[in-house]
Nanobody
């Protein structure tokens, strides 16, 4: 199982941008994901963005047009570029390959102030 570490979160004003990184301990070249999830206070964890090994992407309706997921296989890293951030994007963001089998990491906190 590849170990994943999220980073890049922080405090930003509404309309601002952040780029999250998900660094893997091993090669991600041949796997789908890791994907990005988030969990806001009092809410269930939700899928934000997904990426296949071939680079095909899928997004939650709430972030389409604002967030972009990408991968750099040479660096074993998946990114989440978040633009035009809104207060409702405030959450802990996680990356994971298979939520049915893998262990969730610590995540990275994103806070968007109004």
């Amino acid at each position: 199982q590849v170990q994943l570490v999220e980073s890049g979160g922080g405090l930003v004003q509404a309309g601002g941008s952040l780029r999250l990184s998900c660094a893997a301990s091993g090669s991600i070249f041949s796997i789908n994901g890791p994907d990005w999830y988030r969990q806001a206070p009092g809410k269930q964890r939700e899928l934000v963005a997904a990426i296949t090994s071939g680079g095909n992407t899928n997004y939650a309706d709430s972030v389409k047009g604002r967030f972009t997921i990408s991968r750099d296989n040479a660096k074993n890293t998946v990114y989440l570029q978040m633009n035009s951030l809104k207060p409702e994007d405030t959450a802990v963001y996680y990356c994971i390959v298979d939520p049915a089998f893998d262990t969730w990491g610590q995540g990275t906190q994103v806070t968007v102030s109004s």
